[in-house]
């Protein structure tokens, strides 16, 4: 039985992972993937770095910290959760694992679109956070992708660095009231067909032939909607973000959520902090928990 498990081994994840181990429990981070570092071109505004580092790179460095200190990670999806006889019960698709407290740290999973092009240029003109990559498009035409809310949101951050901005329905209607646009923000409804381009996005082209010439493209389709682990264990969810308290306690008993899960400011900083806040409260508690049982 571990005192710790963190699902997630993103900033938030090894962030926890680093205090919890460091006060000798025992701890365990399971992580599917490299999340949305991966998936981030340069970072230019976190502490210590000189010049912009990769998210991978980030990613790296954080993966070999946490080697270093000997935290075991399991590269493995968690597929279920549950919480039984005063155990958190973690299963991956190859392992079960019982654990005291859980540190949810998954990030806020975003909805992939399918068009053609997309994945390929993930990191090279496409972006998923207008308020990450906006800066770098200074100047420049950009498209949103989303017919919502979230990509009005977007759509208007670019909108005070870019000198145009287009939002693709992709065939969709616009849900928003277009009289709220400001004037450099166009919208464009016909269906898509591929983004296109060499090293970097050049062109969307749309279904029936035309093109739109864009440098980026921010996707903003619908939001995060899946925080299945924190339903199943009757977490409150409040706008698709987990609500935590100040200590990343949520409501279910030994129940932490760390990370751009519980919404804010969507930044490594803010993860790393949150993550240290939710390894620090699980030691206490912990601590606690051994001098009643002496
Ligand atoms: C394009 C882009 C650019 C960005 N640029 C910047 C920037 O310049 N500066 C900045 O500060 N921030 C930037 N960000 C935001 C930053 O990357 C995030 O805020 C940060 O990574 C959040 O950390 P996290 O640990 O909460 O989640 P993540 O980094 O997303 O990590 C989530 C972890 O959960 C795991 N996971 C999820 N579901 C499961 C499951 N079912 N089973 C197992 N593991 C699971 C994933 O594999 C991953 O390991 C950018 C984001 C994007 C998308």
Redesign the pocket.
Known sequence: MYDCII???????ISAGLYVKRANLNVLI????????E???K????YGFENPIS?KQLLENGLKQAKRLQIPIDT???VSVEYKENEFIVETRNNEYKSKTLIL???SRRNIPTIKGIKEYEGNGV???AI??GFFYKGKNVAVLGNGDYALKEANILSKTASKVTILTDGKDIVENRTEMPSNIHLETRQIQSIEGTKRIEDVKFKDNSSLKTDGLFVALGTATSFDFAKKLGAIIKNNYIEIDENMRTNVPRLYA????TGGL??????VYEGAKAGTDIISLLKKDNNVEK
Request: hydrophobic residues 25%; charged residues 25%.
């Open positions: 699902i997630g081994k993103g900033p938030a994840g399971i992580g599917k993937d490299g999340g949305t570092l998936k981030t071109e970072i230019e505004n976190y998210g493995d999806e968690v740290a998954t990030g972006s998923y956070c990450c990559d760390c990370g751009d899960c969507l930044q490594i900083s803010k993860a």
